[in-house]
Nanobody
Framework: QVQLVESGGGLVQPGGSLRLSCVAS????????VGWYRQAPGKQRELVAR???????NYADEVKGRFTISRDNPKKTVYLQMNSLKPEDTAVYYC?????????WGQGTQVTVSS
């Protein structure tokens, strides 16, 4: 059974930084596409950033230049470094891992940007 466990969320002031982590169990992590999504109250879940099995990345326009996604395959972990945070980044952030065998979501971690 594949499980994803996210951590690193919290309350931060505007302009601050957070690093989210997502640890996966199970097989095939290294050949999976991994992404971070977010969902703010009253809004649909949206892609924040994703990274392919060979390290190609893409980002939502709203976070380009501020967020960085990375992965550590031996640790089966994906990270999201978030800098210069804004109040509009407030949301629940979800990790997603998908490949030919499965498509899994984490439970989400709350990020709140407020003074």
């Amino acid at each position: 059974q594949v499980q994803l466990v996210e951590s690193g969320g919290g309350l931060v002031q505007p302009g601050g930084s957070l690093r989210l982590s997502c640890v996966a169990s199970g097989n095939f992590f290294s050949i999976s596409e991994v992404g971070w999504y977010r969902q703010a109250p009253g809004k649909q879940r949206e892609l924040v950033a994703r990274i392919t099995s060979i390290g190609n990345t893409n980002y939502a326009d709203e976070v380009k230049g501020r967020f960085t996604i990375s992965r550590d395959n031996p640790k089966k972990t994906v990270y999201l470094q978030m800098n210069s945070l804004k109040p509009e980044d407030t949301a629940v952030y979800y990790c997603n891992v998908k490949n030919r065998s499965y498509n899994r979501w984490g439970q989400g971690t709350q990020v709140t940007v407020s003074s």
